[in-house]
């Protein structure tokens, strides 16, 4: 069983920048593909950033060159940086593992994003 506490998250005005924390309770974290998915409600939700184990990252085009996603293996943690956040950036942020068919196994239960 794998238990993920996200946290980070809050009000910023345009342009602002927040950064997101997962906490994952789990003896594998070090092998996990971890990311990071958005959803606003009554809209599809969206992969935001992955990183593997070997510390590859991938991104949405939605936030290239605006976020940052990175991992802490001895703080069984990942990280969430975003800048220059925008109103479309709005959402409940989860973090998850995310197994080889790029399937998301395990969710934290999200921390809120708000850009006004």
């Known amino acids: 069983h794998v238990q993920l506490v996200e946290s980070g998250g809050g009000e910023v005005q345009d342009g602002g920048s927040l950064r997101l924390s997962c906490a994952a309770r789990?003896?594998?974290?070090?092998?996990?593909?971890m990311g990071w998915i958005r959803q606003v409600s009554g809209k599809e939700r969206e992969g935001v950033a992955s990183?593997?184990?070997?510390?590859?990252?991938t991104y949405a085009d939605s936030v290239k060159g605006r976020f940052t996603i990175s991992r802490d293996n001895a703080k069984n943690s990942v990280y969430l940086q975003m800048n220059s956040l925008k109103s479309e950036d709005t959402a409940l942020y989860y973090c998850?593992?995310?197994?080889?068919?790029?399937?998301?196994?395990?969710w934290g239960q999200g921390t809120q994003v708000t850009v006004s």
């Open positions: 998850a593992t995310v197994d080889e068919t790029d399937a998301y196994n395990y």
């Open positions: 789990t003896g594998t974290f070090r092998s996990a593909c």
């Open positions: 990183i593997d184990s070997d510390g590859d990252t």
